[in-house]
């Protein structure tokens, strides 16, 4: 059973740049959600999406947009991307029904703006 | 709004000691679900347990326990006899529309569990 996966783990930009992070979900997840965690801190939520919409957004710049694909796979994309963008950032599968099903988080991508 | 506070930011003990990470949220809800997760090194987050909230129910698993008390809002974490393999950051973390939905997190808690 696969878990949830991302790609790349690791990734260099210079300021200004734009960025795609994928994430594909545990096997049998149709939702996923995007979490940023800068270093010391805890994961803020971004986005989440499920049916190829997003169904709720935290409170990020209109930079960060995302996609989901009829595989449930997703893509977090950053535009003009700024220093304090560098992060961990974590993407997370559930079930969108399963309310009381936990989601699962993916080993992260870690972003480093220069 | 919803809240997490984890007042303690570093915890160091020694090998087989007992050591308690508190949590201590802030909902409007009466329905909300509450989560711990630990992360090592590697950065993955790994579940460890699910609180809902018409559940009181304290749980331990193994050398981990938890404490859910709704009167002081608070849902704390004791590991008994610590092991150098828990050493790793510790998240509580709150969810008002599901197990599934936005998770707020806590700052996270380093836990150092010396030899």
């Known amino acids: 059973d696969a878990g949830v996966t991302q790609s790349p783990t690791h990734l260099i930009k210079t300021r200004g740049q734009q960025v795609t992070l994928r994430c594909s979900p545990k096997?049998?997840?149709?939702?996923v959600s995007w979490y940023q965690q800068a270093l010391g801190q805890g994961p803020q939520f971004i986005f989440q999406?499920?049916?190829?919409?997003?169904?709720q957004r935290g409170n990020f710049p209109d930079r960060f947009s995302g996609h989901q694909f009829p595989n449930y796979s997703s893509e977090l994309n950053v535009n003009a991307l700024l220093l304090g963008d560098s992060a961990l950032y974590l993407c997370?599968?559930?079930?969108?029904?399963?309310?009381?099903?936990?989601?699962?988080f993916g080993p992260g991508t870690r972003l480093l703006v220069l | 709004a919803q809240k997490v506070t984890q007042a303690q930011t570093e915890i160091s003990v020694v090998e087989k000691e007992d050591v308690t990470l508190d949590c201590v949220y802030e909902?409007?809800?009466?329905?909300?679900?509450l989560f711990w997760y630990k992360q090592p090194p590697s950065g993955e987050l790994v579940f460890l347990i699910r609180?809902?909230?018409?559940?009181?129910q304290n749980e331990i698993s193994g050398r981990y326990s938890w404490n859910f008390q709704k009167s002081t809002s608070s849902f704390n974490f004791t590991i008994t006899a610590s092991q150098v393999v828990d050493s790793a950051v510790y998240f509580c973390?709150?969810?008002?529309?599901?197990?599934?939905?936005?998770?707020?997190f806590g700052k996270g808690i380093t836990l150092s569990v010396r030899p």
């Open positions: 909902t409007r809800d009466t329905t909300y679900y």
């Open positions: 997370a599968s559930s079930l969108f029904w399963g309310k009381l099903l936990t989601q699962y």
């Open positions: 973390a709150l969810s008002e529309d599901g197990a599934n939905s936005k998770l707020t």
């Open positions: 609180r809902n909230s018409f559940d009181e």
């Open positions: 999406y499920y049916e190829e919409e997003e169904r």
């Open positions: 096997s049998g997840h149709d939702t």
